[in-house]
């Protein structure tokens, strides 16, 4: 028996491969399938099944693509209802993997769908459990994703997922490996660790969900606090239900190099967005104007979701010379499809035809700290990190949730951006400049070098 977890730090999501005796399960997968299938070659394997354990929000999987790469059934568990051919499992239905099974142990609660894979060893014993976003390593997933116009609660939902936590994972043994299908960073939970897998034993003395906890207060303490799901969620999640064009067919609608004459053209046709995936101190030296910055690498594809609410936004790249697929490839993953080609030659070619760039004001974190005067700042990290320590006087107007919220900000007013260390805040400001608001500085380094210098705090208060 042989288990890999394959997390991607981009989307803080994990993919399993599970093989034995030559037959091989994979949980979970991304939208580019190629790694799953070269990995069952190289170890001689045949990919059997797909599993998933919920209709997706935060990214579209590659359970279609993987399907018809290798004539793999995609398995769901009860109640997934989907426009493709899926094999939807009853509770407690087990799959035969080689010399070991594979338990579906349907546990609603993140989502009405949502199941566990457990895996049971060649001995007949529980060796691991797969928890999609039922159970996460400290925390659990979000109970806000399958409110249906006021019919389903996120309160119900809780409510659900702990019966759903003691009836089909807690009388499991203390040596079962719990794997998750996130960690830290993701927007399908609250409090996630670190840490991507643990043990059963381990999550009972660590993970509030687990502990000797009453029905009403668990409900109370999951739902308190949930930040709005990103924009993309609801439309990633119906394409994971309903289907989507390949990897392959939007390679080849999206990788178009366009010279810099073909790139501005197609630049002023009808709502297109101009999205630079460079390092922010390329974007801030020189950039077109009205240009949209999320760097390639950071957080990319769910700052693009967050931030882009359409999947279907009409797109021309800027990158990297030769990081042009990855950046469609990571943008397919949470489902955008709109890409319409890139800038050939990259800004150095836009720059040698003599087309205008402008470039982002921004400031150092001792240039901040020396002027004079009241100073606007907006502080554009998560409520939780502002609420922890915050200059004083600053506006917390978090990322996520900018589109929207750039709209109190006034037209004619000076505002200086921070994040925590400087990739937030560049976002942030291109985002506020393409809207309008052009009185924007960026103050380089953020929060952290602030701090450093000896900045003037607010801290929390100790309760």
Known sequence: MYIEQIYTNCLAEAAYYIESNGEAAIVDPLRETEPYIEKAKERGAEIKFVFETHFHADFVSGHLDLSK???????YGPGAKTSFDIIEARDEQVFELGDVKIKVLHTPGHTPESSCFLLIDQAG????????????????????????????????????????????????????????????????????????????????QSNYALSDISREDFV?????????????????????????????????????????????????????????????????????????????????????????????????????????QEVVMRLARVGFSGVNGFLSGGMNS??????????????????????????????????SEFDTSHLPGAINSPLDFLQDGYKAFNASSLYHVHCKSGYRSMVAASLMRSKGILGVVDVKGGFDALKALGAEVVEAQAV
């Open 125 to 204: 014993e529980p060796h691991a459990i797969f928890t999609g976003d039922t159970l996460f390593i400290g925390d659990v997933g979000r109970p806000d994703l399958a409110q249906k116009e006021g019919s389903i609660t996120a309160e119900d939902m809780a409510g659900t997922l702990y019966d759903s936590l003691r009836s089909k994972i807690m009388g499991l043994p203390d040596v079962v490996t719990v794997y998750p299908a996130h960690g830290a960073g993701s927007a399908c939970g609250k409090n996630m660790s670190k840490e991507t897998f643990s043990t059963l034993g381990e999550q009972r």
């Open 69 to 75: 790469a290798t004539g793999a059934p995609i398995v």
């Open 350 to 383: 836009w720059q040698q035809a003599g087309l205008p760039v402008v470039s982002m004001p921004s400031v150092s974190a001792e240039e901040f700290l020396a002027l004079q005067g009241e100073k606007q700042t907006v502080d554009v990290r998560k409520p």
């Open 220 to 324: 109370v303490q999951l739902t308190d606090g949930i930040p709005p799901p990103p924009a993309y969620f609801a439309q990633a999640a119906s394409l994971n239900k309903s289907g989507y064009s390949s990897l392959e067919s939007l390679y080849e609608h999206s990788l178009k190099g366009l010279d810099p004459s073909a790139f501005l053209a197609a630049s002023k046709e009808d709502n297109v967005l101009i999205l630079d995936t460079r390092h922010q101190d390329d974007y801030r030296a020189a950039h077109i104007p009205g240009s949209l910055f999320i760097g390639l690498h950071g957080q990319f594809a769910p700052w693009a979701g967050a931030l882009i609410h359409d999947l279907n936004q009409p797109m021309l790249i800027i990158a990297d010379e030769g990081k042009e």
